[in-house]
């Protein structure tokens, strides 16, 4: 019953006079109750202001009027986020070093290969192709004619063809001409063997490209996965704060 019906109903009883002595008791019996209920009333006004107190009298609610705890559990998700978002980029900066290492030592290699062919074919020209055995040193030799000397002939007994002694004649055409067949063979192997070598380098070379780029593809990927799997955790945490968030509020309206 509302607080003005009873006040009503107790003014109503008192300025009505006793018609007899059973209503008089009546009478002070609904009396004796509407004090009881009003005195339950007031308890109850009492707790429920004595259940207020802490959360009006704390300054950071009063302040805030949010829920604190919820707060701060953004907050330590955000500060576990940007820890994570570090580490990863650490990582991330430590295998970029270490492939950057790797490649340089391959460069490195490479070039040690690519000097060691040089010299090869350097040696090997040194050795076989000498400018005393080219096709056309004849032509340039200064000490030709000198290394040349004498024809064999008996030039005693020569008579009318003795013209085939003039100077000029080369008596080493045969020997001249094998000499040159030995080296242009000289010379096609030299070509075919830095060829090969040529091709083998350039294979080598392809091959550990191809290799870094695959290693490096692999990692890339596997960062990126790393990525998406930290952004779907981070996303399953924010929600699952939101729905703390929204729980806690629906139960402190509930509460009021």
């Known amino acids: 019953m509302p607080r003005h019906a009873e006040a009503e109903v107790a003014s109503t009883a008192a300025a009505a006079p006793p018609s007899s002595p059973s209503q008089a008791g009546e009478t002070r019996t609904l009396e004796r109750s509407q004090e009881e209920g009003q005195l339950l009333l007031e308890i109850a006004d009492r707790a429920v202001e004595e259940s207020r107190k ?20 953004q907050v330590a998700e955000k500060r576990e986020r940007e ?19 790797i490649r340089k030592r391959q460069e490195v290699e490479a070039q040690r290969q690519r000097r060691d062919l040089e010299k090869t074919t350097k040696d090997y020209g040194l050795t076989h192709l000498r400018k005393e055995s080219r096709r056309e040193w004849d032509l340039s030799d200064k000490e030709a004619l000198r290394k040349k000397g004498f024809h ?8 009318a063809a003795s013209l085939m002694g003039l100077a000029g004649e080369d008596l080493s055409t045969q020997d001249r001409k094998a000499e040159q067949q030995r080296q242009m063979r000289e010379w096609i ?17 392809n ?4 290799s ?14 790393e990525e998406a799997r930290q952004r779907r955790m981070r996303a399953e945490q924010t929600a699952d704060a939101n729905r703390q968030m929204v729980g806690g509020s629906d139960s402190r309206m509930m509460g009021k």
Request: net charge negative; glycine share 2%.
């Open 189 to 205: 192997n030299q070509q075919k063997f830095e060829k090969q070598m040529l091709k083998k380098q350039e294979k080598e070379e």
């Open 152 to 159: 064999t002939l008996d030039e005693e007994n020569l008579g």
């Open 54 to 73: 802490p959360r009006i009298f704390d300054p950071k609610s009063r302040t805030i009027g949010i829920d604190k705890n919820a707060l701060d559990l």
């Open 212 to 225: 870094q780029q695959e290693a490096l593809c692999a990692r890339l990927t596997a960062i990126k996965d």
């Open 207 to 210: 091959d550990l490209w191809a």
């Open 83 to 101: 820890k994570l978002e570090r580490d990863r980029n650490s990582r991330f900066d430590s295998e970029t070093l270490f492939f950057n290492s």
